[in-house]
């Protein structure tokens, strides 16, 4: 990241306004949810319980940390 300040100087008499507070603010919790709706040209290389071609497909993510990271749940629509 990077940082830029500026500083104002003021001369002794004047009415020197009040400072701002710059303390950073508290986290927020929050989910992120991930839908793929379609995908193309996907190799399908496992094949599910009926013989049909098929691949577990999800996303993986992390933040800070890559020993942390988070996978999707895999649901299977058929059509």
Known sequence: G??????ELYDGNLNIPPPIDITPQQPELYELRVIVLNVA????DEKNVFGTAMSDIY????CNNFDEAQ???????VH
Request: overall charge neutral; charged content about 20%.
């Open 2 to 7: 990077k940082i830029q300040l500026w500083i």
């Open 41 to 44: 040209e996907v190799i399908l």
């Open 59 to 62: 996303v993986k993510g992390w």
């Open 71 to 77: 996978s999707t749940d895999i649901y299977i629509t």
